[in-house]
Structure formats: structure tokens, C-alpha cells
């Protein structure tokens, strides 16, 4: 944490599908020496991803959504920006968006939302995949970004008893947020988007965050079928120096399938980036091992997989 400015850490370690390790550490405000404690939350950035993988496949379950069927077909001309020259928008389905090959870039700025590639014909990792694929469901659900919130609480914080995770943030949440930092130097505060942001909003910590990974070790939520989906590969990740660097070779469902040449299973993780904030979990599904990490520090990846690292070829156990 020294060596990289991070002044404050939540994680925990999974093993055998229970909580073995977790430790809050450091500050919230490192100028003010506000310590992090075991309610202190943070913005989970891009983790936001695979738990929205997951609520949307309680959506496929209830028969409200198909992975397969075009979104325009549910939404069809009513999403702002959308190039609707470019008939190929036609051809985008919910599978396409959670697996980063809409064809739309990241985020577009003051563009409008261009297609970039083909749909379906390689990877492109786009937050505006997965801002169209919830304009869809509030659509679907006859809601608006609340209505949505209470959704995902319903089917997924409440039942895991995750009671402080939200994509959609409450006084509580906010009081409770740690600061973020740049080079550990407090950043000023942005005031969140009034939006359900399943690219880059849920707050979480450690602990709570970890009951949705347990769950996945256990597949308790869903389906056998629906968890056959959110982890078989669909588009092969283009060759980069830092994705052979952390092993990703593939993207699912919501989640990017890792391959080190220290283990004989694949691991399925995301990281989160939002300034001043960094997140990583990464997870074994055989032996229902993994680990998680929230910081309040920069683009501070190499901590997390560092860590990973580490623990992997040290344990005499793995």
C-alpha cells in the first residue's frame, strides 16, 4: 500500500466458498486520517459488470428477456444517440452487450453512439453496451432507474444479504463512502449521475461483495443452465500486452476468463477503474477460492493481481 499511495483497502479472501481472511486498512481521507473500517464503502467502478451479468440472468429466468433476441425489438428508436442509419444496431442482442461485442466504443463522449465493428464479430469493451442493455430493461420492467435499483435488491442484494450494495446510491451509502484519492492525494468528490449505471456504480466493500462470489462458487441464485451461460466463453479477447499480462484469454457473460501458468484452472474476475477508486476480485470456481480488493486510490490494478500472484505460489495448499 505504501509503495503504490493506496491509503485505504478493503479486502477479504475466499476459500472452500467461505470468508478465511478480511482486513480494512488504512484511510478514508488520507489528509484528514479518517480510518477505514469494516462500513466504510467504495465505488466498485467496473465490478459493476458481472453482478449486472447476473441480475440480467434472472431477467432470462422470469422470461422477461432473451439473450438472443435484438434489443431493438424491446427498444426500438428510443434510445438517444443511436445511429439509426446503421442498420447493424438491429442485429445487437443482450449476449453481444455482456460480452463486450456490440460494436459500440467505450463510452462516446459528445458523440453519438457509432458502431464501430460488426456486432458479434469481435471483442470491444463498451460501458455503452451496458447502458443501452439497461435503457432495455427499464423498458422491459415499465420502470425507471429506481424501479430498477429496487429490482436488483430484490432479486439479488436482499436474498445474499448484501444490505449496503447499490447501484443507486442512499444517504447512508454516501456518508459512508471513502474519499478518493490520485497518487494519495484526496481527489474532489463527484456527485453521482441519477442513473442505474450497470457499467461502473455499484459501492460496495469487501465483505458484502463476497457473498455474491460465494454464491457463484455454490451457484445458488440461478439456474445450472443460467450459470452455464454466464461462463462459457463467447468472444476471444485480442491480443494485448497487458491482457497476456493478467492471462485473459476470453470474455464470458459479465466476467473475463483468466489462464496463469501457476494453476491448472481458469479464473473468472473484472477489475474497476473510476478516478480516484480501483476494485478487483478474481475466483476459482472448482475449489471456491478467490479474493476481492476496494482501494481509493487511482488505477492501482497491480495490487490486486499482485496479491493473487503471490498467494497462489506461496500457499502450499494450491
Not at 64 to 89: A, H, S, T, V, W
Not at 107 to 136: A, H, M
Amino acid at each position: 500500500m505504501n509503495e503504490m499511495n493506496i491509503p485505504g483497502l478493503s479486502l477479504a479472501i475466499i476459500n472452500k466458498g467461505k470468508i478465511v481472511y478480511s482486513i480494512t486498512k488504512g484511510y478514508t481521507n488520507s489528509q484528514k486520517k479518517q480510518t477505514v473500517d469494516s462500513q466504510t464503502l467504495f465505488e466498485g467502478a467496473s465490478i459493476s459488470k458481472p453482478i449486472f451479468a447476473y441480475l440480467v440472468m434472472h431477467l432470462v429466468e422470469d422470461g422477461k428477456l432473451e439473450l438472443d433476441k435484438p434489443l431493438f425489438e424491446y427498444l426500438n428508436y428510443e434510445y438517444q444517440g443511436i445511429n439509426y442509419q446503421d442498420e447493424r444496431y438491429t442485429t445487437i442482442t443482450a449476449r453481444m452487450v455482456l460480452s463486450h461485442s456490440t460494436g459500440f466504443p467505450n463510452w462516446r463522449g459528445e458523440s453519438n453512439l457509432e458502431i464501430q465493428f460488426d456486432p458479434g464479430t469481435e471483442f470491444g469493451y463498451s460501458g455503452e453496451g451496458y447502458q443501452y442493455l439497461v435503457k432495455v430493461i427499464e423498458s422491459i420492467l415499465k420502470t425507471d432507474y429506481k424501479g430498477l435499483e429496487a429490482y436488483f435488491q430484490e432479486k439479488v442484494a436482499a436474498p445474499l444479504g448484501m444490505n449496503h450494495t447499490k447501484f443507486v446510491q442512499d444517504n447512508y451509502n454516501l456518508s459512508h463512502k471513502a474519499e478518493p484519492h490520485k497518487n494519495g492525494k484526496v481527489l474532489p468528490t463527484k456527485k453521482m449521475a441519477e442513473e442505474f449505471n450497470a457499467a461502473s456504480a455499484i459501492h460496495s466493500e469487501a465483505n458484502e461483495y463476497s457473498k455474491w462470489l460465494i454464491a457463484l462458487m455454490n451457484k445458488d441464485g440461478l439456474t445450472e443452465q443460467s450459470y452455464k451461460e454466464l461462463f462459457t466463453d463467447q468472444i476471444k479477447t485480442p491480443e494485448s500486452e497487458w491482457f497476456t499480462q493478467v492471462g485473459i484469454q476470453n470474455w464470458t457473460l459479465g466476467f473475463a476468463k483468466h489462464k496463469f501458468d501457476f494453476l491448472s484452472n481458469p479464473i473468472y474476475g473484472h477489475i474497476g477503474n473510476n478516478e480516484g477508486f480501483t476494485s478487483l476480485f478474481l475466483i476459482e470456481l472448482n475449489t471456491k477460492w478467490g479474493l476481492i480488493t476496494f482501494t481509493n486510490e487511482d488505477q492501482a490494478d497491480d495490487f490486486g493481481f499482485e496479491l493473487f500472484k503471490y498467494l497462489n505460489k506461496k500457499s502450499k495448499y494450491r
